[in-house]
């Protein structure tokens, strides 16, 4: 079983202040995708990313996948409240793994 | 609006009763699948199937199991309900041969609290 490790598993900032959360694994995948869960709802795709060094940019969510596809990182500049929540990163093939992911709580 | 439907958000069972958890998807997908999620743990994946009738073993699968009797239809069963299975059940579905690249639609989850 391929293990996808999320950091930090807890992050608390201010509005208005940028953030960066990782994944890492210590195997190679073709894809990794990134999942945002608000609570009481179940996780909703952001973004997937393919190619080694691959840069993907959603309005202030910045997705980069390792140049040996092993990790991946998602940044968010100047956070706003409506960010809150479960930040999942997954991989794999048909059947896919998760991490542990990261909450983040962006206060007002 | 394309969904994944879990028929109940809330669950409370006593231990030892057979419980089931259904999932429907109107998106004519093949591949259905059913996670837990646990605090610090993620979501572990429990049993997934790619066809009508087929099912395969997750990585946690003990004390589980599943039906897949019409394409869009995956239940869960819990033989017999034990407290560690109190959890949140996630449901998921895509097409074959596209999850890597355009991920699962998940249903909204249905929190089970074993008593």
């Known amino acids: 079983t391929q293990l996808l490790e999320q950091s930090p598993q807890f992050l608390s900032i201010q509005e208005g202040e940028n953030l960066t959360v990782y994944c890492n694994s210590s195997s190679v995948f073709s894809s990794l995708q990134w999942y945002r869960q608000e609570p009481g709802e179940g996780p909703v795709l952001l973004v997937t990313?393919?190619?080694?060094?691959e840069v993907k940019k959603l309005k202030r969510l910045t997705f980069q996948f390792g140049d040996a596809r092993k990790d991946s990182s998602l940044h968010i500049t100047a956070a706003q409240p409506g960010d809150t929540g479960l930040y999942l990163c997954?991989?794999?093939?048909?059947?896919?793994?998760f991490g542990a992911g990261t909450r983040l709580t962006v206060k007002p | 609006d394309v969904k994944v439907t879990q028929s109940s958000r809330y669950l409370v069972k006593r231990t030892g009763e057979k419980v089931f958890l259904e999932c429907v998807q109107d998106m004519d997908h093949e591949n259905m699948f059913w996670y837990r999620q646990d605090p610090g743990l993620g979501l572990r994946l429990i049993y997934f199937?790619?066809?009508?009738?087929?099912?395969e073993k997750g990585d946690i699968p003990e004390g589980y199991s599943v039906s897949r009797e019409k394409k869009e239809r995956f239940s869960l069963i819990l033989e017999s309900a034990s407290t560690n299975q109190t959890s949140m059940y996630l449901c998921a579905s895509s097409f074959w041969g596209r999850a890597p690249a355009h991920g699962y639609t998940f249903g909204s989850g249905t929190r089970l609290t074993v008593v």
């Open positions: 997954a991989g794999g093939g048909e059947d896919m793994r």
């Open positions: 199937s790619y066809d009508v009738k087929m099912k």
């Open positions: 990313v393919v190619t080694g060094g």
